[in-house]
């Protein structure tokens, strides 16, 4: 296991980069279909990192929190590399049932989303205001190793921010995981 931290490619304002990519719904999903949300939190993720094992359920306690908040969640495997195929789209359809996650997970096969978002690890979460413009990109906790607890909610704060028409402040505090396991 490779440990990164996120890094700042996409900047605070600058746009959502658009994305079409297949759900373990059977479903394509775009960025389009959440243009009526207040918010959309992206989660760069995967199936076998022990650091979003660890935040799954603060990820399921958010959206419980703010889906009723006309809040938009969405979940992107990037790692589409044979030397893992615990994170191959089959078993991301297990690993949704297994762990009742309740917003879509999509499968990011050629990394190129990944890319355009500079997502590096994960989990690396981002949040869109209402107009699709980067408000958050950052660690959902200062939780910084799988058996550590949290102190503060780092997202829930920025969620909260937004969703009354503030920026967050505190400024970039690093996501860490996993890196994204790029193919050659």
Avoid at 176 to 182: A, D, L, T
Wanted: charged content about 25%; glycine content about 6%; some cysteine.
């Amino acid at each position: 296991m490779t440990l990164m931290e996120s890094a700042q490619k996409l900047k605070i304002g600058q746009n959502a980069p658009d994305f079409a990519l297949s759900g373990v719904d059977g479903k394509i999903h775009s960025l389009k279909e959440f243009s009526e949300a207040s918010a959309v939190v992206v989660f760069f993720m995967c199936n076998h990192c022990p650091y979003v094992l660890a935040k799954l359920p603060a990820m399921k306690k958010l959206y419980a929190t703010y889906r009723p908040r006309n809040v938009a969640f969405v979940g992107i495997n990037s790692n589409n590399n044979p030397e893992f195929p615990d994170d191959d789209f089959e078993h991301m359809k297990k690993f949704v049932v297994d762990n009742q996650i309740r917003f879509p997970y999509l499968f990011d096969e050629s990394q190129q989303v990944a890319k355009a978002y500079g997502a590096v690890c994960t989990p690396d979460p981002f949040v869109f205001d209402s107009g699709m413009r980067l408000a958050y990109h950052g660690r959902i906790d200062d939780a910084m190793s799988p058996e550590a607890q949290p102190t503060t909610e780092d997202l829930a704060f920025a969620l909260d921010d937004i969703l009354t028409g503030r920026m967050p402040t505190g400024g970039f505090k690093p996501s860490r995981g996993c890196s994204i396991k790029w193919r050659e």
